[in-house]
């Protein structure tokens, strides 16, 4: 059963600051997705990052993964405010559709 | 990407009751998936949905509490049947593929009471 954990749980950095977010996965997999969730609102997709050492960048976000080590990071650089919210990575396997989600990381940015 | 209609937004129910969610894509997807979401958790997929055959449901979650129907390429609806309060919870519904990333409906809000 594939099981995806994220690290920190919570994580409150002061603005300007950097910080990663790591998503380890438990079985083979070369395919996932970030997501960001605001408070009462769906999902937003952020990366979809489909190959070993793949890297996409969007503003202030850049996620990376390396399916060697299982293990994927969202690197935030120079954080502010409206990065406040909540992340999730998420893994599915190539002969399967759906997707099993990561446990979350609550995000505080501190003014 | 897929644009995903999902209603109601939210919901009050009494306890015994059922609701049923419905999704409405704008385009022809085949699969079509239902989560849910409990308070301060992350998502669990409750079952897969493909038209013209029943769906898959994941472990924990069983036909006569949430029946699905898949009517078409375009619509698909969740219920949630004799609910409890252990019910309330955030249910969304998406479409997508493992090579191009997945969709997510705006999600309904249910307060079982």
């Known amino acids: 059963e594939l099981k995806v954990e994220q690290n920190p749980l919570f994580l409150s950095m002061q603005e300007g600051k950097n910080y990663t977010i790591y998503c380890n996965y438990s079985t083979t997999s070369d395919r996932l997705y970030w997501y960001r969730q605001d408070p009462g609102k769906s999902l937003e997709s952020l990366f979809v990052?489909?190959?070993?050492?793949a890297v996409k960048q969007e503003g202030r976000l850049m996620a990376s993964l390396d399916t060697k080590a299982r293990l994927s990071t969202l690197h935030i650089t120079a954080a502010v405010h409206d990065l406040s919210a909540t992340y999730f990575c998420a893994v599915s396997q190539r002969s399967y559709q759906k997707v099993t989600f990561g446990t979350g990381t609550k995000l505080q940015v501190i003014p | 990407s897929a644009v995903i209609s999902q209603k109601p937004s939210r919901d009050i129910c009494q306890r015994g009751t059922s609701l049923t969610i419905q999704c409405q894509v704008d385009s022809q997807v085949t699969m079509m998936f239902w989560y849910r979401q409990q308070p301060g958790q992350s998502l669990t997929l409750i079952a897969t949905a493909n038209q013209g055959s029943e769906a898959t449901y994941e472990s924990g979650f069983v036909i006569d509490k949430f029946p699905i129907s898949r009517p078409n390429l375009t619509f698909s609806t969740l219920t949630v049947s004799n609910m409890s309060p252990e019910d309330s919870s955030i249910y969304l519904c998406?479409?997508?593929?493992?090579?191009?990333?997945?969709?997510f409906g705006s999600g309904t809000r249910l307060t079982v009471v």
């Open positions: 998406s479409v997508g593929g493992s090579n191009y990333g997945y969709t």
């Open positions: 990052l489909l190959s070993n050492g």
